[in-house]
């Protein structure tokens, strides 16, 4: 019993050398290493050794907090956790082939879609991501035709606030941002220089109480009410700089107060940019952040998507899923 417990260590052993791919391969030669490779203490070391190296996750491919915070020997013998089917559904390669395997429909319906003429879908924009970087993440997209094409300036269309910028995707869907700042340009720039933090004006505080604690609770002023009201769906641009402090816990109030059901369609979908300011800036894995802020318990379609402000890395993935979802959501 000894020498066979060795001897699956030392397989085991071999084969965490191999990539996951690989492996899914070497299962379908046989019965033998079909059983062999699903080995659950095997997957769950590649799963927290790859999550944080994962540039995107999604609401149907979060992988449970427990997974992380729980001993092997707690949670081995759970149906639940089967390790090898939780890091296929999470890691973007796999949700990538699955987007690839289902029929092509989707073209189609893009195609009549297109013959039909449509008001561009429309999107708010909000988040401490946008002010608190080296880096303007929105002067960026207004400057790099080559990556996103600037399609128009319209006139005010919503009370209090301009109707934003209108961009075109892959020179074909137009869509418009409107851009939501917390404060002036001013404040904004003197909060940067001086590294300060400044009052955020979109919203205020209502008291607000769960069990016995004080909850947090925002509502958002009638200007940015306004916006949600109109909008197809969120981008909340997040700061993802592992050096920078973060109060996720007021970000996820505040995410909240903007994608009230009471404003609009509950099932709008709300895009994360898991943003820094260049690329050699340390970040904050986007699993740990879309955890931080608690994402896994709304109730509408998201994703996280990890980009970089001075080079728009990781901007358009997050743009052709969330036009994809208002495409879904408006055809429905």
């Not at 033998?32 to 149907?60: E, G, H, I, M, N």
């Not at 992988?63 to 081995?76: G, W």
């Not at 890091?87 to 973007?92: L, N």
């Not at 600037?150 to 301009?162: K, W, Y």
Request: contains cysteine; glycine residues 4%; aromatic residues 10%.
């Amino acid at each position: 019993a000894a020498l066979n417990g060795f001897q699956i260590d030392v397989q085991l052993n071999i084969m965490s050398f191999l990539s996951p791919q690989d492996l899914c391969r070497l299962g379908s030669t046989s019965c033998y290493w079909r059983a062999a490779v699903q080995d659950p203490l095997l997957w769950r070391y590649f799963l927290l050794r790859d999550l944080p190296s994962w540039t995107s996750v999604d609401w149907k491919s979060l992988p449970d907090e427990e997974i992380f915070n729980k001993a092997f020997s707690e949670v081995s013998d759970n149906a639940l956790y089967d390790y090898m089917a939780v890091y296929k559904r999470s890691c973007p390669q796999g949700r990538r082939s699955l987007k690839s395997s289902r029929p092509r429909y989707g073209a189609v319906t893009s195609f009549l879609q297109s013959l039909v003429t449509q008001a561009e879908p429309r999107f708010a924009m909000f988040g401490p991501g946008l002010e608190e970087l080296d880096n303007s993440l929105v002067q960026k997209m207004m400057t790099c035709p080559e990556i996103l094409l600037v399609a128009g300036l319209p006139h005010r269309q919503i009370h209090g606030i301009g109707s934003g910028v209108s961009f075109q995707f892959n020179n074909n869907q137009k869509f418009n941002i409107v851009t939501l700042y917390s404060t002036t340009s001013v404040e904004r720039r003197r909060a940067r220089e001086e590294q300060a933090v400044t009052v955020n004006k979109m919203f205020y505080q209502e008291s607000s109480t769960a069990g016995n604690q004080q909850a947090m609770h925002y509502s958002v002023i009638a200007q940015v009410r306004k916006v949600c009201e109109v909008v197809d769906g969120f981008i909340y641009v997040a700061n993802a700089e592992a050096h920078r402090e973060h109060d996720r816990q007021e970000e996820r109030a505040r995410i909240l107060a903007m994608i009230d059901p009471a404003l609009g369609p509950p099932n709008r979908p709300l895009l994360v940019l898991s943003c820094v300011s260049h690329v050699g800036v340390k970040r904050i894995p986007c699993v740990y952040v879309a955890h931080q802020l608690q994402l896994n318990l709304l109730h509408q379609p998201w994703m996280m998507q990890d980009t970089v402000a001075a080079t728009l890395d990781g901007l358009l993935n997050g743009i052709e899923w969330l036009l994809e979802e208002a495409n879904c959501k408006s055809a429905q």
